[in-house]
């Protein structure tokens, strides 16, 4: 119920951000804008340690005008733990990205409220280390399976739609938050076991979509 | 901008919502039994109760066809098979080996367990009222098909 709320709260203050532009003075100046942005994923980093793994999220985003090319890399090493069985996983993946920006700059700013596709591809190994057989009736006691099974050289690819907030907090810095809707599209899957968790897309669902939130920080570099 | 920026970030440190997906598959599958006449070759109901070890009880219905279940965490039981266990009862007792394996169902529910290279070993007495035991299917996985059919 709290994380319903707190969605709607994010959705809500994206769109004020968005009338907010309503009395701000349209330049008439219209100069090419070049810029280079890296960034870095906090939240991925944050909630990955918190489970007791790690991911390191960086990208690249190169900005034309309001026209936002961008790759994104990752790094991926995360256990994923339930009552009935637990595996590791470790893999990497990168996305490509085209975003377009609607948020107005003044000069000399390059705030960004950003709408965009990417298309994304993880290569990734599971290490499955447990699971528990549970018998079809109580009278007789489960019994816990321990060994280290290994689905090697699994990939996946799959589609999003993202959009992007990102202000600037001080000179050049900028905090960003980005909300994605994904699509998994095919990859090879492991043979007797799920495709459960991939790095990049993060827990899979029995339909094809996935959702993720998310923040950061980049630096925005004029050229 | 800014003010707004701070409190979203406080926000979106939380996740999002995941599912919780519910199993309905059984955990393991059962070994489905028929019952037959050895005379007549149709099926015929017995009332039944089978036993693991001195007292657990496996099953206890009157039937021609039975799921019986067996354990997870051993590959080597001994059935006893009581026909009447009320009065005029009759036991006979029944080994059974099989190897363990496991199927992956979902992301819920994990593996099921089943059962291949399914033997059973009648053990002779003075009056066994099992004639004879036939594996029909010696991988049990489902619960559609009939695996064992025992002749009395």
């Not at chain 1, 993946?93 to 003044?106: I, R, S």
């Not at chain 1, 993880?122 to 489960?142: G, K």
């Not at chain 1, 999003?160 to 090879?188: C, D, P, Q």
Request: net charge neutral; hydrophobic share 40%; glycine share 6%.
């Amino acid at each position: 119920m709290l994380k319903f709320i707190i969605n709607i709260l994010t959705l809500l203050s994206g769109t004020t951000l968005l009338f907010a532009q309503a009395d701000s003075i349209v330049s008439n100046e219209k100069k090419a804008s070049l810029g280079l942005r890296p960034a870095y994923d906090i939240g991925k980093k944050i909630w990955s340690r918190y489970r007791g793994g790690n991911i390191d999220q960086i990208a690249l985003h190169l900005n034309y005008n309001n026209h936002i090319a961008g790759i994104v890399w990752g790094k991926e090493q995360m256990p994923f733990t339930t009552d009935r069985y637990d595996f590791f996983t470790s893999g990497s993946y990168f996305k490509l990205e085209y975003a377009y920006n609607f948020y107005e700059n003044w000069p000399g700013t390059s705030n960004e409220i950003t709408l965009g596709i990417r298309y994304a591809h993880a290569t990734f190994d599971y290490t499955l280390y447990r699971f528990q057989r549970i018998p079809s009736v109580p009278v007789f006691m489960p019994a816990d399976e321990t060994f280290s099974r290994e689905f090697k050289r699994l990939d996946a690819h799959w589609l999003e739609i993202t959009s992007a907030v990102r202000a600037e907090i001080f000179r050049g810095l900028y905090l960003e938050l980005h909300i994605s809707g994904k699509y998994y599209l095919n990859g090879k899957r492991p043979q007797n076991f799920g495709l459960i968790y991939i790095p990049g897309f993060h827990t899979t669902n029995v339909s094809k979509f996935g959702f993720g939130l998310g923040y950061g920080i980049s630096y925005y570099l004029r050229l | 901008m800014r003010r707004l920026l701070v409190i979203l970030s406080g926000l979106v440190l939380l996740t999002a919502c995941e599912r919780d997906d519910l199993c309905l598959e059984k955990p393991a599958a059962d070994m489905n039994t028929l019952f037959i006449n050895r005379i007549t070759q149709e099926r015929e109901a017995v009332e039944l109760m089978v036993l693991y070890g001195q007292d657990t009880v496996v099953q206890q219905r009157a039937t021609d066809s039975l799921h019986i279940p067996l354990p997870v965490d051993t590959s080597r039981v001994t059935y006893r098979f009581i026909k009447n266990p009320g009065n005029n009862s009759n036991t006979d007792q029944v080994e059974i080996s099989y190897t363990i394996d496991e199927i992956f169902i979902s992301k819920a529910c994990g593996f099921k367990t089943v059962f291949t290279g399914l033997q059973m070993h009648l053990i002779n007495d003075s009056d066994n009222w099992i004639k004879q035991i036939e594996i029909v299917l010696p991988e049990i996985k489902t619960d559609t098909l009939n695996h064992v059919k025992i002749y009395h």
